[in-house]
């Protein structure tokens, strides 16, 4: 189906574990990003990726691992997860700044 | 640094009433703005967006937004609510072309009461 998917929906992990958030875009958009969403936060920019194997951090990137093989996939990996990281993620991607985000339906992380 | 500000967390509506959200940017040029809508459990959808011309845009679901320069703002409206535009609303900024990093407000909490 065309559009942007994320996997797992939901996910359960313990504290200093490795966790892998997937996304994935069938338009062929140039640009893929990875939010987060905290209560009172609003959402906040991780990375994002302007084509493949381009990448940059956002506003907390800090613990996140991001890498852009393929132009459909931008993988987020939390190298040793901590409480903290407790929140739902969401992926975007767009062709151009003028287009808008598209986003994906968001992954729910729950970090014990 | 550009920032957004939505200074109203939640806002409660009858249905059928009129709506207007508020958004204030910071940024010294015109930035390019957007207005999102989350439903419960979703992803973001994008209602409209502004970049330049016309300073009132129209966007889906009946929703439309007003750009004022001399006020920093970009207020959403839409003329008569429907229960099924309870949501969070978020507006968002990007600045000038070159800095393809989308800020967020922090949302607005739309409820609607029959």
Redesign the interface.
């Known amino acids: 189906d065309a559009g942007i998917t994320q996997s797992p929906r939901y996910k359960i992990t313990e504290t200093g574990r490795q966790v892998t958030l997937m996304c994935h875009q069938t338009w062929s958009h140039s640009?893929m990003?990875w939010y987060r969403q905290d209560l009172?936060?609003?959402?906040?920019?991780i990375y994002?990726s302007?084509a493949a194997d381009i990448t940059d951090k956002?506003?907390v990137p800090d613990g996140y691992v991001v890498s852009r093989s393929k132009t459909e996939n931008f993988p987020l990996t939390l190298e040793s997860a901590t409480r903290s990281q407790t929140s739902v993620y969401?992926c975007?991607s767009s062709e151009s700044?003028?287009a808008?985000?598209?986003?994906?339906?968001?992954t729910r992380l729950t970090v014990l | 640094a550009q920032s957004v500000t939505q200074p109203d967390i939640h806002i409660t509506v009858s249905e059928g009433a009129s709506l207007e959200l508020r958004c204030n940017y910071s940024y010294g040029a015109t930035p390019y703005l957007f207005w999102y809508v989350q439903s419960p459990g979703q992803g973001l959808q994008l209602l409209l967006k502004y970049f330049s011309g016309d300073t009132l845009v129209q966007g889906i679901k009946g929703f439309e937004a007003e750009f004022k320069r001399s006020q920093s703002s970009f207020n959403l409206r839409k003329p008569s609510v429907h229960w099924s535009d309870a949501a969070e609303y978020f507006c968002a900024v990007v600045a000038g072309s070159g800095n393809e990093k989308l800020t967020f407000g922090t949302g607005t909490r739309l409820t609607i009461i029959p």
């Open positions: 640009y990003f009172g936060h609003g959402l906040r920019l994002y302007a956002g506003e969401f975007a700044l003028k808008g985000q598209f986003f994906g339906p968001g």
